[in-house]
């Protein structure tokens, strides 16, 4: 399989069935905001190689799962409006979320102030695709009622999970979670 084909050289790349957009297209934008939020939660866990905390595995797991759920959202989102979706995602999807940032949150100190971004490298790359996530939610947001409103929610709870997974994986691995700078 050739990995270039020169069908995008002049500015389009093809939907799911084929429909040419340009790159530009808000739908392009949804989803390849998601394959960054991929690529970095693919980040995020290359730094936990090495390391050593309750619940690890658990989190590479229920990652794996989420990244190839991400690719479900990219299809979701690359599938022009009235065809078919090849994979689709399931309310299952959303509540295992749910649970993971419920567990995850109890063994976390109750949050008092904003938390600057940052930590362990981990950390600080959870935080990174959570605000990538955000973004996809925006352009997926911005397409209307095109969108299933299934992504809307999973885009949703995954920037929740990312935080708590942030915040869990820092206080892991003893980083202090630094807090807004109060002016006195």
């Known amino acids: 399989m050739k990995i270039y084909t020169k069908t995008g050289d002049k500015g389009t790349t093809s939907l799911i ?23 970095m939660i693919g980040l995020a ?24 759920n991400l690719f479900h ?6 599938t022009p409006k009235g065809k078919p979706v090849k994979w689709s995602l399931k309310v299952s999807d959303i509540e295992e979320m749910e ?3 419920d567990q995850m949150n109890q063994s976390l100190p109750e949050l008092t102030n904003f938390i600057l971004p940052g ?9 990174v695709a959570r605000t990538t996530t955000r973004r996809a939610e925006r352009c997926a947001v911005s ?5 299933n409103p299934l992504v809307l929610a999973y885009l949703n709870r995954l920037s929740d999970l990312l935080f708590v997974t942030a ?13 807004l700078h109060q002016e006195n």
């Open 73 to 78: 959202v990219g299809a979701e989102l690359a």
């Open 143 to 147: 397409l209307g009622e095109e969108v």
């Open 99 to 101: 649970k993971q940032i």
């Open 119 to 127: 930590g362990h490298c981990a950390g600080a790359a959870f935080h």
């Open 167 to 179: 915040r869990f994986v820092n206080h892991e691995l003893g980083s202090i979670e630094q807090t």
């Open 45 to 68: 866990l290359s730094y936990l190689q090495g390391e050593s905390f309750q619940k690890k595995e658990l989190i590479e797991n229920m990652y794996h799962k989420i990244q190839t």
């Open 17 to 39: 069935y084929g429909q040419r957009v340009a790159k530009n297209d808000l739908r392009v934008e949804a989803y390849g905001t998601c394959d960054e939020t991929n690529s």
